[in-house]
Nanobody, 116 residues
Framework: QVQLVESGGGLVQPGGSLRLSCAAS??????MGWYRQAPGKQRELVAA???????NYADSVKGRFTISRNYAKKSVYLQMNTLKPEDTAVYYC????????????WGQGTQVTVSS
């Protein structure tokens, strides 16, 4: 019954910034994160955060992206800075009541396009 709703996607220039938001229904989840899928590529983990504060970032986004949570709002955010064309993808919110980074709950996705 968990629902995840993303927002904040759009078109930006290389070097620009974008902030994605994901709001969850129901009780607070343990792990919330972001995945992305570019055309012709597999879906990959971008960043995730647990209720205890552990964070996991893809090597390609370390130093550029920051994941955070607002527990009262049951939301997770992804601040994306210094965006590159290769960041272009559909970004999906993901959540899990368990302890694994990847969970069974997914949002519908939001398109992020970084133009050149």
């Amino acid at each position: 019954q968990v629902q995840l709703v993303e927002s904040g996607g759009g078109l930006v220039q290389p070097g620009g910034s974008l902030r994605l938001s994901c709001a969850a229904s129901g009780r607070i989840l343990n792990v919330m994160g972001w995945y992305r899928q570019a055309p012709g590529k597999q879906r990959e983990l971008v960043a995730a955060i647990t209720s205890s504060g552990s964070r996991n970032y893809a090597d390609s986004v370390k130093g550029r992206f920051t994941i955070s949570r607002n527990y009262a709002k049951k939301s997770v955010y992804l601040q994306m800075n210094t965006l590159k064309p290769e960041d272009t993808a559909v970004y999906y919110c993901n959540a899990n009541y368990g302890s694994e980074w990847s969970g069974p709950y997914w949002g519908q996705g939001t398109q992020v396009t970084v133009s050149s």
